[in-house]
Nanobody
Framework: QVQLVESGGGLVQAGGSLRLSCAAS????????MGWFRQAPGKDREFVAA????????YYADSVKGRFTISRDNAKNTVYLQMNSLKPEDTAVYYC?????????????????WGRGTQVTVSS
């Protein structure tokens, strides 16, 4: 079992930055694919970013590419999402997720463990 706890969300003006953290417990994340997803009010959950277990491969949704960066520190059992140049349309609850599979996938149904989320609100 893996427990995931997100932090770092908040209210920020458009153009600003936030850094989300996802702290894991229960087991090491070193062998897990890690991802970030988000869900805005009235919308479906969507993929944001994912990172391979080694950190060597990263994947991003087109909507965040060039603005967001996913990273991981396996020694600290933590995954990060650096969000720059934030836009009002980035407003959502952001969720951290872990996948025990071998390959990075963008489908949330493939992920085995989820955090409770952290709210990000971007004002215009």
């Amino acid at each position: 079992q893996v427990q995931l706890v997100e932090s770092g969300g908040g209210l920020v003006q458009a153009g600003g930055s936030l850094r989300l953290s996802c702290a894991a417990s229960g087991r090491t994340i070193s062998g897990l694919v890690m991802g970030w997803f988000r869900q805005a009010p009235g919308k479906d959950r969507e993929f944001v970013a994912a990172i391979s277990w080694s950190g060597g491969n990263t994947y991003y949704a087109d909507s965040v590419k060039g603005r967001f960066t996913i990273s991981r520190d396996n020694a600290k059992n933590t995954v990060y999402l650096q969000m720059n140049s934030l836009k009002p349309e980035d407003t959502a609850v952001y969720y951290c997720a872990a996948d025990t599979g071998l390959y990075v996938v963008t489908d949330g149904y493939a992920y085995d463990y989820w955090g409770r989320g952290t709210q990000v609100t971007v004002s215009s």
